[in-house]
């Protein structure tokens, strides 16, 4: 099975993609391109898996950058292959032949680019590393680089719809204490229920900060088994682990 690769017409013409879990070695609860380090599959297989995406985006292995991911608001600059992965949730970088990618499987992959300006970002912004400011983050890192903020794109890809993010009040109550204008979140479930919604979310806190185009490509993660991993369909099902999604980006 081929690579399938979802991409923004906003973001071209520059090479990126939000990976399916078509195409890949991986078997079992990880069938497909499962590209988690940190998962129990294979490392052998998982290493295949990122080779193939680093061929589609035309880079050399050690090209294909990431991150150790922890739900913060860091961003890291980088500008050369690092051995080591520290501790962030988001890259930017003004080097072209550099493939910045994050890893996700409900949580937003987010794909910056002032094209004009020659720079790049990728953001892993689950609910946390977005209440605390990892998108607006990003938009100051890549400012640094020489970006202009009104110039540029971020593409939100498969993550988690609002129908299957259910979750209580106590959730609730952290976002209103953030902000009370947070509950347009939010929807009523069954009892104490709620459903948030994670890219609309996403979506506002980018716009609020003046980036000049943001979308969301409007595919759930969690109601496509056959496309994409999903760390919350994993927990129902009771599977022992579950594949992460690549999203990457270059110059």
Not at 140 to 162: C, F, H, N, V, Y
Not at 165 to 170: A, S
Request: glycine share 10%; charged share 20%; with cysteine.
């Amino acid at each position: 099975m081929s690579l399938q690769i979802l991409t923004s017409d906003a973001l071209s013409p520059l090479r990126h993609g939000f990976f399916t879990r078509h195409g890949g070695a991986s078997s079992g609860v990880f069938a497909g391109l499962n590209c988690g380090v940190g998962s129990s599959d294979q490392t052998d297989i998982v290493t295949i898996n990122r080779g193939r995406v680093a061929e589609a985006m035309a880079v050399k292995p050690d090209h294909l950058l990431g991150v150790h991911q922890v739900h913060s608001a860091d961003v890291l600059k980088v500008d050369a292959p690092r051995p080591l992965k520290p501790k962030a949730d988001a890259m930017v970088t003004n080097r072209p032949g550099l493939a910045l990618s994050v890893l996700t499987a409900d949580c937003q992959p987010v794909l910056f680019a002032d094209s004009a300006a020659s720079v790049i970002g990728a953001a892993h912004a689950g609910w946390r590393g977005a209440l605390d400011g990892v998108l607006e983050a990003t938009l100051k890192a890549m400012e640094d680089l020489g970006a202009d903020r009104s110039s540029i794109t971020a593409i939100i890809g498969p993550s988690i719809s609002q129908r299957a993010y259910e979750v209580g009040p106590e959730f609730l109550a952290t976002f209103l204490d953030e902000d009370p204008e947070n509950g347009r979140f939010f929807a009523g479930g069954e009892g104490d229920r709620l459903h948030f919604d994670l890219p609309g979310f996403g979506l506002a806190r980018l716009r609020n900060a003046g980036v000049g185009h943001a979308e969301w490509i409007r595919h759930c993660t969690y109601f496509d088994p056959d496309r994409f991993y999903s760390y919350r369909r994993s927990v129902h099902q009771k599977d022992p682990d579950y594949g992460r999604l690549i999203s990457s980006i270059r110059l």
